[in-house]
């Protein structure tokens, strides 16, 4: 059976990955060869003492282009392994038995396998002025209100791009985010979606200090910081703009 993973003697560069508070975690690489020839059965040796087997669902063309891989823990049937992937970059989640185990780019050309301590996600960095309200608010349960694709357009910081790889790593991670968030939809019985229409760096842009103020420098239209955005929101008639910085807020 193969195997996903390769032990590897390379050192990562610690200024690149996520933030998480991590159970355990492991420096690897990825034979993604073993992604692309669909296997129907694959080895995900995880840790040494965790290995588990998944079984192939399918391999489709990801939101931004790249390919993106499906599959399902055996014997666990509310499991889900993603991997969007594209040259030789992946970032991938697997969920089962109430785990978390994320696979992201650690520099270096290597990958880092990070299993997450739930119990210590970040806190909400919004506020009530952040609030929105709009006309889809008196419509949510209205059934003649049809279930609308929700246009959506992600700009992401530099300091994002940069703590995450690089543009194709950056991909990845927007790849993955669509997809779970229309699988999350269709596992709550929702037929509403996300299409993605536009994405792109902010260039130039530095990030504020505090989430808040992130969120304020995207939300103000004439403030000289990426006023650029509202203008391609029309053009691209986006519903939604999402910005991926490196505040570990959410």
Known sequence: MPQLFIDTNTAPDFSIGSQHQTLASRTV???????????????LNIFANLNVQARFVALETSPTGGELWRGKIIGHGDS??????RDDTAMGTIRYQDKLILVEYAGNDTHRI???????????GNNISHSIKTKADAVLN???AGSPEITVMVVYTTEAKNSTGGSPQMENKIDLAVVETNDSFADSG???????VY???TVGYTEASSFGGILDDLRINGDG???????VRNQVQADMVDLICDNYQY
Do not use: G
């Open 29 to 43: 690489d990825i034979n993604l060869d073993v992604l692309r020839r669909q296997h129907a059965v694959i080895d």
């Open 80 to 85: 889900t392994v993603l991997f969007a992937f």
């Open 114 to 124: 990070i299993e997450v301590d739930q119990a210590q996600m970040p806190c909400c």
């Open 142 to 144: 209205n059934p003649s």
């Open 190 to 196: 929702l037929s509403h979606r996300i299409e993605l």
């Open 199 to 201: 994405y792109d760096e």
């Open 225 to 231: 910081k990426i006023d650029w955005v509202h203008e």
